[in-house]
C-alpha cells in the first residue's frame, strides 16, 4: 500500500488549504488513518486521526489545530483529507499521511506513511 498525499504549497496568514491522501492499494482492514507533522528542528506530532470503530468514526485532534482543522474520510474512495482553516505561521511544517491497519486478513497491523507535503505560512 502506498500513499500519495496533496494539496500543500504556500498562504498567508488566515488562509486555507486542503490536504488529501489516497492510498494506492487495497486493504483488508483501517484501524485509524491521520495526519502527522514536523516542523524544521521538531519532532513529528499528530495533528488529526480519524478511528474507525464498530459504532462509527470518531476523531481526535491536537489542541493547536481545534476549531481551525477538520479531518475527513472518504468511504467510498478510501481517502482522507485534512481542512486547514485560519492557518498561523506556526502551521508551517512538513505534513504526513498516515494509515494503520491490515493490508489482508492474515498479515500484522502495518502503519503506511506517505512521502509528506510542505505547508508555508507567511504571516
Known amino acids: 500500500v502506498q500513499l500519495q498525499a496533496s494539496g500543500g504549497g504556500s498562504v498567508q496568514a488566515g488562509g486555507s488549504l486542503r490536504l488529501s491522501c489516497a492510498p494506492s492499494?487495497?486493504?483488508?482492514?483501517?484501524?485509524?488513518m491521520g495526519w502527522y507533522r514536523q516542523a524544521p528542528g521538531q519532532q513529528r506530532e499528530l495533528v488529526a486521526m480519524?478511528?474507525?470503530?464498530?459504532?462509527?468514526?470518531?476523531?481526535h485532534y491536537a489542541d493547536s489545530v481545534k476549531g481551525r482543522f477538520s479531518i475527513s474520510r472518504d468511504n467510498a474512495k478510501n481517502t482522507l483529507h485534512l481542512q486547514m482553516n485560519s492557518l498561523k505561521p506556526e502551521d508551517t511544517a512538513v505534513y504526513y499521511c498516515n494509515v494503520q491497519g491490515w493490508p489482508t486478513d492474515y498479515a500484522p497491523r502495518t502503519d503506511y506513511w506517505g512521502q509528506g507535503t510542505l505547508v508555508t505560512v507567511s504571516s
Open positions: 492499494g487495497n486493504m483488508f482492514s483501517i484501524n485509524h
Open positions: 480519524i478511528t474507525t470503530l464498530n459504532t462509527g468514526d470518531t476523531t
